[in-house]
């Protein structure tokens, strides 16, 4: 019962940290994506991996245990099994010797007959001894030595009367001997029979208790494999969680990176509009006339004083004009470095290396740098449709953070750094933070 209670419990936790999970990757990309806010939610996500972390090594110590346990109940039953063919092995031998038993208590039984049947052989000779004398009358050894004819005669018939007295006491004892051997033949074989049902039925015992101890273990065996099964699947589980947890931990780490070059961009552009205005400010105080006389040249300065472009268009071009091979598509996969289900969160477009990337539409660099995932890239704003698309694992950024680019300018060249297999550009578009599939844009 507290075994049931048991996996009934880490079943619960499982639905639990399951709902935990969806609810968590379904709403945090609603939530604002203030630094502040994504750092907690960071810090949130490390916390889970370390509880995911020490539930896998209470789980693994639970497992090893039950894997003890069931190493030693096996050894009990391998021994078990010795012992019942040891005591299966004693009763066949015992039946073995009752059957030979058997077979003496038949001739025993012969022997038996034969004795009687010589008992009444001998009763019947004693019968016909007492019958001739009966016949001859009452004759008596004096009466035979009396009449005898001469001395001859005389010790003659001595010599019989003494032959008819021992033949006479022999019938008696062997009627006796015969009655005694009667006896002691009933005796053995009462015995024989007693001590050979009792050995018989002690092995049965014995059999009967070895039997239901193996019964006891191989039930407790089935116990344990089913807990170390349930226990193997609650790690596996927890393997997959850690997984997918350390992948929102890595996106949540490029959201606040890209987070980060964001802030610090809108900080370089407030000092710029600051010194532009500063500067404006100073030169206020020149002449009416002055200013007619720049007119011309200022407008023309303020033309082209911007980069090249900078506005979006609000459709896509692809990215990699040398190819366009998908080697690795939007959606869920089997991490290729890491292993574990894991969210792709673009399109892995392979290339050779050095090929150009171009900004797929006009917008603002928001972020051009290198973190430990994505290697080298780029992340684009383009404000007119609230769409950031992301260029990573280059082997060299042509633009800097606050360009302005147009749709088509080169903006990266294909590499292979960070986390990769091989040259390629790793290619995002994300609407309010969210990622989806850039395919859906082409």
Request: aromatic share 6%; net charge negative; charged share 25%.
């Amino acid at each position: 019962m507290q075994k049931q209670k048991k996996a009934r419990a880490i079943r619960c936790g499982i639905a639990f940290v399951l709902a935990m999970i969806l609810i968590l990757s379904s709403v945090a990309p609603l939530m604002a994506a203030d630094l502040d806010t994504l750092k907690q939610e960071k810090e949130e996500l490390e916390n889970q991996a370390a509880s995911n972390q020490a539930e896998q090594s209470s789980t693994q110590a639970l497992l090893e245990g039950v894997s003890a346990e069931l190493a030693a109940v096996l050894t009990e039953i391998s021994v078990l099994d010795e012992e019942i063919n040891t005591c299966m092995q004693n009763i066949s031998q015992l039946e073995s010797e009752i059957a030979d038993n058997e077979t003496l208590l038949s001739e025993t039984q012969a022997n038996l007959d034969q004795a009687k049947a010589d008992e009444a052989q001998h009763f019947e000779e004693l019968k016909a001894r007492l019958q001739m004398m009966y016949e001859y009358g009452d004759v008596n050894y004096l009466e035979v030595l009396l009449g005898s004819k001469d001395i001859s005669d005389f010790f003659s018939r001595i010599e019989y009367v003494g032959q008819m007295a021992e033949y006479d006491q022999g019938i008696q004892d062997n009627l006796e001997a015969d009655r005694q051997k009667i006896q002691e033949l009933e005796g053995q074989i009462q015995q024989t029979e007693l001590e050979l049902n009792l050995a018989k039925q002690n092995l049965e015992n014995e059999k009967k208790v070895l039997e239901d101890t193996r019964s006891e273990k191989q039930a407790r065996q089935a116990e344990l494999e089913s807990s170390q099964e349930m226990y193997q699947e609650y790690l596996t589980y927890l393997d997959n969680l850690e997984a997918e947890l350390q992948s929102q931990i890595e996106a949540k780490q490029d959201e606040i990176a890209a987070e980060e070059a964001r802030q610090e961009e809108i900080r370089r552009q407030e000092e710029e509009e600051a010194k532009k205005e500063q500067e404006q400010g100073s030169s206020g105080g020149s002449s009416s006339s002055d200013s007619l006389e720049s007119g011309s040249s200022g407008g023309s300065s303020s033309s082209g004083g911007s980069s090249s472009g900078g506005g979006s268009t609000g459709t896509f071009i692809w990215p990699v004009p040398s190819s366009h091979y998908i080697s690795s598509p939007y959606g869920y996969r089997i991490h290729p470095i890491y292993g574990g289900s894991r969210l792709h969160a673009g399109v892995d477009i392979g290339a050779s290396h050095g090929q150009s990337i171009l900004a797929a539409d006009g917008g603002t660099v928001t972020y051009a740098g290198y973190n430990s995932s994505y290697g080298y890239f780029v992340m684009i704003s383009h404000p007119s449709t609230g769409y950031v698309t992301l260029y990573a694992h280059c082997s060299q950024l042509l633009v800097y953070t606050g360009q302005q680019v147009s749709q088509g300018d080169v903006i990266a060249l294909i590499g292979s750094t960070g986390d990769s297999t091989g040259p390629h550009c790793h290619f995002e578009v994300r609407i309010n933070g969210s990622t989806t599939d850039p395919m859906n844009f082409f």
